[in-house]
């Protein structure tokens, strides 16, 4: 391989490089504290940030409006002017050429408008911070504080549920489930990005790095979900749409229970995603109440998924029953075909539909929503309830002062052991000493990029694996730079004692290091926590390092005695 070719793979992996660790770079030394604290925000509190601005933004824009019509549009409203120019365009209407508050407010149709454009805007600023954010290196629990719970399978609730002591295969696929649930619960109680995983068949371990409440937790971990199938009662339903019209705001809890619905059937509120995810309120919907004689409980539900309609290609969800739910699901459409049927989770009507004939296959389908809707109609229907009982085992809390003190601690420890290696580089090989610390800088900004691009959890075993690296990264660069003295003694010329230094070492890295790198796979595949995290930096380091050693050092090597005619190496002194 050419020296170009060369110069251009490492200029190419640079870049790339540069790119993956950008965001680490930007999120920790460029955002602020807020912008921090804004990308960590749940779904409800992104909801209630971008409103509260939008709310703040259009009474500023009126009272601008009021005393100032002429003035100009201020520097932080600027956003608004490319929503109101093409409002402007559609209605074929003249677009000024300086942008007042007037004109501005003048481009939207109502104040309604103008305040989700602003609410819009908001919202997608959070959204690009929180997708800074997922392309970083995360730091652990040890780090950044946090609670870690480990829960245990009941195997006896699930003996119950099935009326049969469970098989390995069904406790798999209970734990499985329950572990799709509570990733499904997470932004329900405000809790962002924690790290669920299975550590056995029956334990699952949680990690909510930045939050030490434990009540909260504990709702987040033991609230159980419902999920039944029910049927609508059609007529008092229509009745009771009519009522809401005539009486915006009208609440059963404040204006009581209407004659018209009957005994045996109750009130639910319907609610549909919003555009953060969160549910949102629609309306009041009658249902039968009595689920023996009128539903179906979710639990009969073995499988869902969304799939497409092959003439409309619209989105569909697609369920399948088990016996007993087969059964009672035939009779139960066959009694109601015309009735509409409700998706009902935690009291909430999440969906509902027409019965337009008998389903007695136990395979059932639903449409009439987008892609987003079917998903999440999918998702309710996978992870109403949890199918097995956890039982907490250990939670502790982890305090974020200690988090940061360890961080300062491992960043002195990197810094002071990577100068001084640095500096017995520089003294001991001189001017090969140089290169051998351009390349360990090179090397740990590998390490940085990739860390950053798998999204990896940097705890305080992991720093322990990145100090280590630092001292390994310069291992290779010895062995070669010794080699190289050698060869340099017999009397070879710089050209001829670099080549022969890099083809006799070769292989010496490459045993030491890939003995070190299998033994670093092993413990990353068969360890888990702090162990896992520790292989996993090693790992990284050891291939990072092997390449800019072999690689980097001899392109920097082979540009001075090929390209500058350096007649003389500076490898060691008296030599």
Request: charged share 20%; glycine share 8%; hydrophobic share 45%.
């Given at each position: 391989?050419?020296?170009?070719?060369?110069l251009?793979?490492?200029?190419v992996?640079?870049?790339i490089g540069?790119?993956?660790?950008?965001?680490?770079?930007?999120?920790?030394?460029?955002?602020?504290?807020?912008?921090?604290?804004?990308?960590?925000?749940s779904?409800?509190?992104?909801?209630?940030?971008?409103q509260?601005?939008?709310?703040?933004?259009?009474?500023?824009?009126?009272?601008l409006?009021?005393?100032?019509?002429?003035?100009?549009?201020?520097?932080?409203y600027?956003?608004?002017?490319?929503?109101a120019r093409?409002?402007?365009?559609?209605?074929?209407?003249?677009?000024?050429s300086?942008w007042?508050?007037?004109?501005?407010?003048?481009?939207?149709?109502?104040e309604?408008?103008?305040?989700e454009?602003?609410?819009?805007?908001?919202?997608?600023?959070?959204?690009?911070?929180?997708?800074?954010?997922a392309r970083i290196?995360?730091l652990?629990?040890?780090?950044s504080g946090?609670?870690?719970?480990?829960?245990?399978?009941d195997?006896?609730?699930?003996a119950?549920?099935?009326?049969?002591?469970?098989?390995?295969?069904?406790?798999?696929?209970?734990?499985?489930?329950?572990?799709e649930?509570?990733?499904s619960?997470?932004?329900?109680?405000?809790i962002t990005?924690?790290?669920?995983?299975?550590?056995?068949?029956?334990?699952?371990s949680?990690?909510?790095?930045?939050?030490?409440?434990?009540q909260r937790?504990d709702?987040?971990?033991?609230?159980?979900?419902?999920l039944?199938?029910h049927?609508v009662?059609?007529?008092?339903?229509?009745?009771?749409?009519?009522?809401?019209?005539?009486?915006?705001?009208?609440?059963?809890?404040?204006?009581?229970?209407?004659?018209f619905?009957p005994?045996?059937?109750r009130?639910?509120?319907?609610?549909?995603?919003?555009?953060?995810?969160?549910?949102?309120f629609?309306?009041?919907?009658?249902?039968r109440?009595?689920?023996?004689?009128?539903?179906?409980?979710?639990?009969h539900?073995?499988?869902?998924?969304v799939?497409?309609?092959?003439?409309t290609?619209?989105?569909l969800?697609?369920?399948?029953?088990?016996?007993?739910?087969?059964?009672?699901?035939?009779?139960?459409?066959?009694?109601?075909?015309?009735?509409?049927?409700a998706?009902v989770?935690?009291?909430r009507?999440?969906?509902?539909a027409?019965?337009q004939?008998e389903?007695?296959?136990?395979?059932?389908?639903?449409?009439g929503?987008?892609q987003?809707?079917?998903?999440?109609i999918?998702?309710v229907?996978r992870?109403?309830?949890?199918?097995?009982?956890?039982?907490?085992?250990?939670?502790?809390?982890?305090?974020?002062?200690?988090?940061?003190?360890?961080i300062?601690?491992?960043?002195?420890?990197?810094g002071?052991?990577?100068?001084?290696?640095?500096?017995?580089?520089?003294l001991?090989?001189?001017?090969a000493?140089?290169?051998?610390?351009?390349?360990l800088?090179?090397?740990?900004?590998f390490?940085v990029s990739?860390?950053?691009v798998?999204?990896l959890?940097l705890?305080?075993?992991?720093?322990?694996?990145?100090?280590?690296?630092?001292g390994?990264a310069?291992d290779?660069?010895?062995?070669i730079?010794?080699?190289?003295?050698?060869?340099?003694?017999?009397?070879?010329?710089?050209?001829?004692?670099v080549?022969?230094?890099?083809?006799?070492?070769?292989?010496?890295?490459m045993d030491a290091?890939?003995t070190?790198?299998?033994?670093?796979?092993?413990?990353?595949?068969?360890?888990?926590?702090?162990?896992?995290?520790?292989?996993?930096?090693?790992?990284?380091?050891?291939?990072?390092?092997?390449?800019?050693?072999?690689f980097?050092?001899r392109?920097?090597?082979?540009?001075?005695?090929?390209?500058?005619?350096?007649?003389?190496?500076?490898?060691?002194?008296?030599?």
């Amino acid at each position: 391989m050419s020296k170009r070719v060369r110069l251009l793979t490492v200029l190419v992996f640079v870049i790339i490089g540069a790119v993956f660790v950008w965001p680490t770079v930007n999120w920790y030394f460029l955002l602020s504290p807020q912008e921090q604290e804004l990308a960590r925000s749940s779904r409800t509190q992104v909801r209630e940030y971008a409103q509260n601005q939008a709310r703040s933004a259009l009474l500023e824009l009126r009272r601008l409006s009021g005393s100032d019509p002429q003035g100009e549009l201020p520097q932080q409203y600027q956003f608004l002017i490319d929503k109101a120019r093409e409002n402007y365009r559609l209605e074929g209407r003249d677009r000024p050429s300086t942008w007042t508050v007037t004109d501005v407010l003048a481009g939207f149709r109502s104040e309604r408008e103008a305040f989700e454009a602003i609410e819009s805007y908001h919202r997608e600023e959070v959204q690009k911070l929180q997708s800074i954010r997922a392309r970083i290196i995360e730091l652990g629990l040890d780090l950044s504080g946090g609670v870690n719970v480990v829960l245990e399978a009941d195997r006896e609730s699930l003996a119950q549920r099935i009326g049969a002591e469970p098989t390995q295969e069904q406790m798999e696929e209970a734990v499985s489930l329950a572990l799709e649930i509570l990733s499904s619960r997470i932004d329900r109680f405000g809790i962002t990005e924690p790290q669920i995983r299975r550590m056995d068949q029956a334990r699952i371990s949680i990690e909510i790095p930045g939050d030490d409440d434990r009540q909260r937790v504990d709702s987040f971990l033991m609230g159980r979900g419902s999920l039944n199938f029910h049927i609508v009662d059609d007529e008092a339903t229509v009745e009771l749409t009519r009522l809401q019209q005539q009486q915006p705001g009208w609440s059963p809890e404040v204006d009581g229970v209407p004659d018209f619905v009957p005994a045996g059937s109750r009130i639910a509120e319907y609610v549909t995603r919003d555009q953060y995810g969160i549910d949102q309120f629609v309306r009041y919907i009658v249902i039968r109440e009595d689920v023996s004689e009128h539903g179906l409980p979710g639990q009969h539900i073995t499988e869902a998924q969304v799939g497409r309609d092959p003439l409309t290609n619209r989105p569909l969800v697609n369920f399948v029953l088990d016996g007993e739910g087969t059964r009672r699901f035939s009779v139960l459409t066959r009694d109601n075909v015309g009735s509409s049927m409700a998706i009902v989770m935690d009291d909430r009507v999440r969906a509902y539909a027409t019965i337009q004939e008998e389903i007695p296959t136990g395979q059932v389908r639903i449409s009439g929503f987008d892609q987003d809707q079917a998903q999440n109609i999918a998702r309710v229907l996978r992870t109403a309830a949890l199918p097995i009982d956890l039982n907490v085992l250990n939670q502790q809390t982890v305090g974020a002062q200690l988090g940061a003190e360890t961080i300062q601690a491992g960043l002195r420890a990197i810094g002071l052991g990577f100068a001084l290696v640095m500096v017995f580089m520089l003294l001991y090989y001189k001017g090969a000493g140089f290169i051998a610390d351009l390349v360990l800088i090179l090397n740990l900004f590998f390490i940085v990029s990739i860390l950053s691009v798998f999204n990896l959890t940097l705890t305080l075993t992991s720093i322990a694996g990145v100090i280590l690296t630092v001292g390994m990264a310069v291992d290779a660069n010895v062995i070669i730079f010794e080699r190289i003295k050698e060869e340099y003694r017999l009397g070879k010329s710089p050209q001829a004692a670099v080549r022969a230094g890099f083809d006799k070492a070769f292989w010496t890295v490459m045993d030491a290091n890939i003995t070190t790198f299998i033994a670093a796979v092993f413990l990353s595949q068969l360890g888990s926590g702090p162990i896992q995290g520790f292989a996993v930096t090693l790992s990284v380091g050891i291939v990072s390092s092997m390449f800019t050693a072999l690689f980097v050092s001899r392109l920097v090597f082979d540009f001075a005695t090929d390209v500058l005619r350096r007649s003389k190496l500076s490898i060691a002194w008296g030599l």
